[in-house]
Every structure is written in C-alpha cells, then in structure tokens.
C-alpha cells in the first residue's frame, strides 16, 4: 500500500537514500523505526571521525561505530564510512612527538597508514564507500589545497597517500573525495584540478562526495547540473553525502549569535523550502545514472547540526521530517514525481 512506502521505495529506480546518524538513532524506538522505514543507506555523523574512534595513538574506541554498522548489517542498509583524513575533529596526537614537538613528514605518513589501515580493515566488507579524504580544498579563491596541518607537515601527496592506503586495505570499496560549497565555481574548479591530477597520476578515487548543505536559494538547478556533469566527465561515481537545506542564508563559518538571529519557519520559507528540495531532487533523478548515493546529514528537524552552526542555539528546519519525524510538505513534493 502506498502508506507503507518511503523514500528509499520511491526512490529504488533511482539511487540508495541514507541518513547520517548516531549511535542513539539506532537504538529502538521511534528514529530506529523512521529510519526502517524510509532509508537504506546509513553515514555515522560523528563517531567515525578520528577523534572519535582513535582518541590517543594506542587507543581505538569501536563500540559507538559497532552499533550503527550492526544496524546498518541487521536491516539491510549501505554503509558510508565518515572520514579517515580531515582537518577537523582530529586530535593533535597525530601530529606531535612525544615532546610536543611537530612530527616528521615520515612520522605522520606511518599514523596516517596505522589509522586508515586499521580503521578501513575492520570495517572490510560492512561499508563500501568512504569519504576518505573531507574539505581538502578551502574556500578562498586561489590555493587548491587548505593548509591544514596534514599539508603542511606532509604536502599534496598526503591526498594520494590516503587514497592508496584506504585502497590497500579495502580493494572492494568505493573511494570518494568529499567537500561542501561545491557548486561554486571557484572552488568547483579547483576541486576538479584536484581530482583530474589525483586520477592521471593513477590514484585509486573512485567518486566525488557533495556535501549539499543547500540553502533556499542556493544552488540553482543549473549550478548543480554543472558540478555533477563536470565531475561526472572524469569518470567519477557523484554521491550528495550531507544533504540539508537551511532555511537562513549560508554561511561558512561558525560565528556568535546576533539579536536578529531569531529562529524562523515562516509559510514563505516553508514554500521556498519545498520549491528548492522540488528543484534538486529532479536534477538528482535527472542525472541518476551519475549520482548514485544521496545522504541527508541528521534524519529530521528534531535535531540537526545546524541547530548551533553557524549559530549556536539557533533552531534550524533543514529536513523532510518535521520535530515529530512527520513528512513535511516538501517531503511530499520530492516523492511525488
Ligand atoms: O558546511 C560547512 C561549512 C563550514 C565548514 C564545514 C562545513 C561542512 N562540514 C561537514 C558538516 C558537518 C560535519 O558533521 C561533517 O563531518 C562535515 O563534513
């Protein structure tokens, strides 16, 4: 009956649809139940990050990322993996001797290889796609690569590095560059840079993570048609990894609360709301044959990121699924088509 039918139903002639989640989504109850019901894809939010799962060089913490991969395993869903290089929610360790001294290039390329191997082999066969390297590429016009400590102690090649090393210890899985405000043309440019040279040079990249923190205006249909197609001509699979559609205008950095930062969801945003998920999902179903995975970061607006970013305490309403896990309109307008 069309009652029991949810997204992942509408959309199984189209790609896989998931949802980013923690370790109490998955306990029983009513998001273990919402997630049933409309997902077959699941992304840890944050327990797979490596301050998470590797707090200290000799110490793993697997248990939270345990739970939602034998979730995932138990109810048929994919598995993404969420991330194995970043610059951020890594923890210094990484980087420092035992003085606190900055460590070699050799140094970081071996706890690098420790981390990715050891993370990407116990997970061998449960998740088969990671996003194995997060927002290399900063968002200032210019630099291809962000100066973040891996590329200052390392250089580029710590990209390349990572991507073999996930490769070595999973061959099976797909292996994704993933970034946000990736419809922009300066940073789309310099993205594409990135991956064309990582691919002539022979690195195992198998596709290009979008993160899709989308606003009511932003993309257009025709800037997001552009990054899929340009990506797409390099031969890479396209994953939206982090959909979610803030009703404010997007910034890109997190700052202090404002009094004009008032929480709303008035009828206009609503409407512009379902008018720009309408718009993207039938660009996505346009290009399925490019786009094989989309996400969406959080499962409803009962709680999302962007509830404290850029604005701490900021009530965000950036999902399908309103505070009571109910569709909302523009739920509607996506599975209608
Ligand atoms: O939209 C942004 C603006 C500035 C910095 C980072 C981002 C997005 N950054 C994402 C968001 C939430 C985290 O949980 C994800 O791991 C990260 O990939």
Redesign the pocket.
Known sequence: AQSNKGLKDYYQSYFPVGA?VTPRTVEEGPEAELLRKQFNSLTA??VM?PQPIHPTEGTYNWEPADKIVAFAQANGMKMRG??LC?H??TPDWFFKDKDGKEVSKEVLLQRLKEHITTVVGRYKGKIYAW?VV??AVPDAPGNIYRESNWYKIIGEEYIARAFEYAHAADPNALLFY?D??TESTSKRDRIYTLLKGLLDKGVPVHGVGL?G?WSLTDPTAEALEESITKFASLGLQVHIT?LDMSVYPKE??RRERRDTDVSTFTPEQEQQQIDQYQRIFGVLRKHKDKITSVTF?NLSDRSS?LDN??VRGRKDYPLLFDQNYQPKKAYWKVVEF
């Open positions: 980013a939010e944050n990050k969420h991330t970043w951020n929610q996003d997060n927002e993933n946000y405000n993160q923190h982090e890109h950095a970061w990121w970013f850029p």
